[in-house]
């Protein structure tokens, strides 16, 4: 469940809400949710839909959203007043819609598919497009992500080893798993041995480039960060645990990164100071990492457990800040965000649903009336 909140944090959305008509539809990607912070109300999407995926613009000023025709409309909030109309081809899940800080491009990936590409906003123009990607070093690889890197000079292609349909990918490796690609030069900067499994990627963008995961062995596993700027890449000084799902996140600062295997929650949430790499330290057995937020106080990380305690975690200091009674049987998986201050934005799976027809629910927390010591 991927959610985020707009820059001017007058907005939640929920990206993917899980259909729930009947058990047919239990695999089916719903529509985006869209939530207003101050009161905390759902708003009703514009006539036009269904839609299949949405993205703020930078500044949070406005909503696109994608209809499984191929069109992707930009609405003006709050009263969705429409204002342009990009064509990316009929598509009908999209994993990845998303805009580059400038605002000048986006991009969208589809994992059913396999493809991804950028379109210039201004002109509509597609500035780069990627299916099954062929590369000399690498060989024949499926897209499944997209994202931008350095304010949308560069974008992040994932990729899988290619494979037949109805195959799935259920074993980790590492190899080449993440492609830069320049879009003025049209041609990949750097092809990083990132690993990955079952479209999980263990990559974050963070402060000084990107941040990955790689197996040397068995057992043996590194942290990386390839600097864009330089083209120059480093190994950070710490050992990592490694796992069999495992998931990279960076801060909004992008100055700490957090680790979290799902399959390992016993294990707690490793987190790594970029500016201290060698003081990495694990943040709370049997907690699953659920996001990252920022306070008055600085950043935090917001780690969660089955008995319904979310914890907030001073980043600086490795330290507690909060407890936190989360609503009853709810589990929130990578899918949490912080506002500032004051709120929590909770969205997740909901366990209270029949299996057969998974449900999301969204809460939000008041942090202080929250609170249990």
């Known amino acids: 469940m991927r959610c985020s909140v707009s820059r001017d944090e007058r907005w939640f959305l929920v990206h993917d809400g899980l259909a729930a008509e009947d058990a047919s539809t239990a695999d089916r990607i719903g529509e985006p949710a869209l939530y207003e912070c101050e009161q905390g109300a759902r708003i009703a999407l514009p006539a036009g839909g269904p839609w299949i995926a949405a993205a703020f613009a930078p500044k949070g000023e406005a909503l696109w959203l994608a209809q499984a025709s191929g069109a992707v409309r930009e609405f003006v909030l709050p009263q969705f007043e429409p204002r342009r109309t990009l064509e990316i081809g009929p598509h009908a899940q999209l994993h990845d819609l998303l805009l580059s800080d400038d605002g000048r491009g986006l991009a969208w990936s589809d994992r059913v598919q396999r493809t991804a590409g950028v379109v210039e906003i201004e002109s509509g123009r597609a500035?780069?497009?990627?299916?099954?990607?062929?590369?000399?070093?690498?060989?024949?690889?499926?897209?499944?992500?997209?994202?931008?890197?350095?304010?949308?000079?560069?974008?992040?292609?994932?990729?899988?080893?290619?494979?037949?349909?109805?195959?799935?990918?259920?074993?980790?490796?590492?190899?080449?798993?993440?492609?830069?690609?320049?879009?003025a030069a049209q041609r990949s900067t750097a092809v990083l041995a990132a690993y990955v499994v079952d479209q999980t990627p263990g990559y974050a963008l963070a402060r000084g480039g990107i941040v990955y995961a790689t197996r040397l062995g068995a057992s043996v596993w590194e942290w990386r960060v390839y600097d864009t700027a330089r083209g120059t890449e480093r190994t950070l000084p710490l050992?990592?645990?490694?796992?069999?799902?495992?998931?990279?996140?960076?801060?909004?600062?992008?100055?700490?990164?957090?680790?979290?295997?799902?399959?390992?929650?016993?294990?707690?949430?490793?987190?790594?100071?970029?500016?201290?790499?060698?003081?990495?330290?694990?943040?709370?057995?049997?907690?699953?990492?659920?996001?990252?937020?920022?306070?008055?106080?600085?950043?935090?990380?917001?780690?969660?457990?089955?008995?319904?305690?979310?914890?907030?975690?001073?980043?600086?200091?490795?330290?507690?800040?909060?407890s936190l009674a989360g609503p009853p049987r709810f589990e929130a998986r990578r899918a949490v965000c912080f506002r500032t201050g004051t709120r929590l934005w909770l969205s997740g799976n909901d366990e209270t649903a029949p299996r057969a027809k998974p449900q999301y629910s969204v809460h939000l927390l008041e942090v202080e009336a929250a609170k249990t010591r």
């Open 127 to 183: 500035t780069a497009n990627f299916t099954n990607v062929a590369h000399a070093h690498i060989g024949s690889h499926d897209v499944t992500r997209i994202a931008f890197a350095d304010a949308g000079e560069h974008v992040l292609v994932y990729l899988e080893p290619a494979r037949e349909a109805g195959e799935l990918s259920v074993i980790g490796h590492s190899e080449p798993g993440l492609v830069l690609w320049s879009i």
């Open 239 to 322: 050992k990592p645990r490694g796992g069999h799902f495992i998931d990279l996140f960076a801060s909004p600062s992008g100055r700490f990164v957090a680790e979290w295997d799902f399959e390992e929650r016993s294990e707690g949430v490793l987190c790594v100071d970029l500016d201290t790499p060698d003081a990495a330290h694990t943040l709370h057995a049997n907690r699953s990492f659920l996001g990252f937020g920022v306070s008055e106080r600085g950043e935090q990380l917001v780690a969660g457990s089955k008995d319904g305690t979310i914890t907030l975690i001073d980043m600086a200091h490795g330290t507690t800040t909060a």
